[in-house]
């Protein structure tokens, strides 16, 4: 290990193989940083902060720190993070609300500098999020998701994997998989035909996706009916299947959040 002199390091902290700790990093108590993770100087990893192997944390993160949110009493809960993550300077990420509960990252993300993660969250693989991006409590992000810089993102919203969300954009509703969405607020305008490709799936499946897109925002269809002839005319698939569950769950939800608790409606 490479541990600078000036690093702070809790005695119960638990640091892998061949872990760099730069200067002025702090790493709190009930901490792991495993195999082969790089911490650059003034990096803060709060209590209850696992990280996982090959990591790159850059100047200035906190992760770990308490949510934002005062619903939170001081329980113990957790911030996991993944392996072979690149989290770039002054990112912060919160741990989570209730005993025992976690905010996850996944494998093989890039976040770019600034970014904030808010508490409960879900960050899939193969996500990447540019700069200056918020994203509030609850919100959970699927694999392969791209999502554009000073994006704000509303607590308790779901966006579905391989899909891209532009820079500046308002998202207040789940976006659903494998689409392109943009504005404020956020709205879908095109299928992710390149995110589509770039992940293998064959073409066949494409020309279905397709199909139901259109049948979604190009047919003067409004949901419940756009469901309906989705499953009855469009080729089943496990991406067909996938996207018809994620948007029956959108339309149960609150104002179009699936992740959001019952709430009585105005």
Excluded at 37 to 52: A, C, D, S
Aim: with cysteine.
């Amino acid at each position: 290990m490479k541990i600078h002199p000036t690093a702070e390091i809790d005695p119960s902290a638990q640091l892998g193989e061949d872990v760099e700790v730069g200067p002025g990093v702090v790493i709190g108590p009930h901490t792991v940083i495993g195999d082969g993770t790089r911490l650059e100087p003034h990096v803060v990893i709060h209590p209850y902060t696992h990280i996982g192997k090959r990591c790159h944390i850059r100047v200035g993160c906190v992760l770990g720190g308490a949510p934002q949110d005062r619903k939170f009493r001081g329980e113990r809960s957790y911030l996991r993070i993944g392996d072979d993550n690149e989290i770039c300077e002054y990112v912060t990420i919160h741990r989570a609300t209730g005993e025992d509960r976690c905010t996850v990252i996944g494998n093989s993300n890039l976040l770019m500098a600034n970014c904030h993660i808010g508490h409960n969250c879900t960050i899939g693989n193969n996500v990447m999020i540019a700069n200056m991006v918020g994203i509030s409590g609850h919100v959970q992000v699927e694999d392969s998701v791209v999502i554009g810089g000073m994006v704000g993102i509303h607590q308790f919203v779901r966006i579905g994997k391989l899909a891209m969300i532009g820079g500046f954009s308002k998202v207040v509703n789940d976006i659903p998989p494998f689409m392109m969405a943009d504005g404020r607020p956020c709205k879908v305008f095109e299928l992710n035909r390149v995110g589509l490709r770039r992940a293998g799936i064959d073409e066949r499946t494409r020309a279905a996706i397709k199909q139901a897109y259109i049948l979604l925002y190009r047919s003067g269809l409004n949901l419940a009916q756009a469901l309906s002839a989705i499953e009855a005319e469009v080729e089943p698939s496990e991406e067909r299947d996938y996207l018809l569950n994620f948007l029956s769950q959108t339309r149960l939800g609150y104002r179009g959040r699936q992740l959001d608790p019952w709430r009585v409606k105005e």
